[in-house]
């Protein structure tokens, strides 16, 4: 089992982000539409919309609403035409920012990415600045009592998973895209509770800075979040359990 992880501490951030801002059935209705457009609206044949369904109910979001978004998305309802892209940068200290988007109007929503990079210190780049520094993997995350060590690796290892790392708390489960949703049903077969899972832009490498400048960070993952033409943003800060502290002492 390889060391704690320096990218889950973001991806906490992330998720107090995602809770505080009251978006969440808008993100994950974006997400099935494009889906069901994308893939077709039997779950069954279409891995991806099958994970955003799952997303969705793990937030209670109503079987209607998801119906409707995967009625919009096969063109059964009208509905907005989202189109996926990606913007590149760099936030204070240097530190890499990718963000994934669903947009009905590009222009329009480059222009305001850019307009939030550039107003919280940050410089939205050109295309591949930094998407080199990420590479997609599957993400499932164990909390520690739902089951002993040795079973956790067991099973993830025998599914294919490719890397097992402790965090507090959890165990955090890395694997190939296309891997991911077999190890998932591994968890579940073997009646292993999973916390959290989802198909992540894990950094390669990993950038320390001073706590101010990770609180500057941070902020403007924050204020990116907040948009509603964001689905999420990656990024490679390391945020150590020094940095944490000190973070909390400067707020």
Known sequence: MS?????????H???AVDAKRGRIFTR???EITVAARMGGGDPDGNPRLRRAI??????NMPSDNIERAIKKGTGELEGVHYEEAHFEGY????VALLVEVLTDNRNRTVSEIRHLFGKNGGNLGESGCVAWMFNKRGYIAIDRGAAEEDKVMSVALDAGAEDISEDEGCYEVYTRPEDFDR??????KAEIAVAESQLAMVPSNHLKVEP???????????VLEEHDDVQNVWTNLELDDATVAAMQQLA
Do not use: C, M, N, Y
């Open 13 to 15: 951030v992330k998720a």
């Open 54 to 59: 799952q997303d969705a109910k793990a937030e």
């Open 183 to 188: 190890v998932l049903e591994a968890f579940r």
């Open 3 to 11: 060391g704690h992880s320096k990218w889950s501490k973001v991806k």
């Open 28 to 30: 994950l209705i974006k």
């Open 212 to 222: 101010k400048v990770a609180q500057q960070v941070v902020r403007l993952t924050e």
């Open 91 to 94: 936030a204070p200290g240097g």
